[in-house]
């Protein structure tokens, strides 16, 4: 039998009112993503590309359609029942990391574990774990104002692992960042994902980047397009 797809979207539409009239966004988007599969997505600005991870995240309600994670509908579920699933289940990795600037590298690592009810010292091991991972064990005491804009984001990838989720959503990840370093935490946030073999949507305006994942969809009008 063929495990479910991790992220599952049926003809999911997503409209926002307009003084008047409405906006359609996102209009009869389908897309399936397995597990281990990386998934380019591109578009222009203001195509709706970060709406479409809202929506795929649970972050934001489809106006029609359907959400499915890891094989379950996600339309009828309860508030609590969905922040549970996005918590457990999904990874964000966004533009500007969102560090929280009171804690060091390795709490703001072990945060999300304990709000799952892990104990201080299993998050803090995976923490730890993670954080040599992306190549910042010798900076794991440091707040992020004592890091640079790489660094951070490679802070955001081990923060976005730390439940080891099934899907990973990244909205432009390295948009913020200069050339070089954008390709270094590139590589890195797709090693990160080939290593844990979760499904991966990632939002990206650079077209070099997105030829290195496993295939790319195209947002057009409002449509997904398979490149």
Request: hydrophobic letters at 45%.
């Amino acid at each position: 039998m063929n495990e479910p797809a991790i992220l599952e979207l049926d003809r999911v539409v997503r409209t926002y009112k307009q003084a008047e009239s409405k906006l359609e966004v996102i209009r009869d988007a389908s897309l399936s993503i397995g597990a281990g599969d990386l998934v380019g997505l591109v578009g222009p600005s203001g195509a709706g590309k970060s709406t479409l991870l809202h929506v795929a995240g649970l972050l934001e309600m489809p106006d029609g359609g359907e959400v499915s994670i890891a094989g379950r509908a996600c339309g009828a579920l309860s508030d609590s029942a969905r922040t549970a699933l996005r918590r457990n289940e999904i990874g964000f990795v966004y533009q500007f990391h969102h560090l929280l600037p009171e804690f060091s590298a390795a709490e703001n690592v072990m945060l999300p574990q304990m709000i799952s009810a892990k104990s201080r010292r299993e998050a803090r091991e995976r923490a730890e774990g993670l954080i040599e991972s992306v190549g910042l064990a010798d900076r794991a005491t440091h707040r992020p104002a004592r890091l640079s804009g790489g660094e951070q984001q490679r802070v955001a990838i081990a923060r976005a692992l730390a439940n080891e989720p099934r899907l990973l959503l990244a909205d432009e990840p390295t948009g913020n960042l200069d050339a070089h370093t954008a390709e270094g935490v590139f590589d890195l946030l797709l090693k990160s994902v080939r290593n844990s073999g979760l499904a991966a949507l990632i939002a990206t305006h650079n077209l070099d980047l997105a030829a290195k994942m496993d295939r790319v969809v195209r947002l057009e009008e409002g449509v997904l397009i398979e490149e």
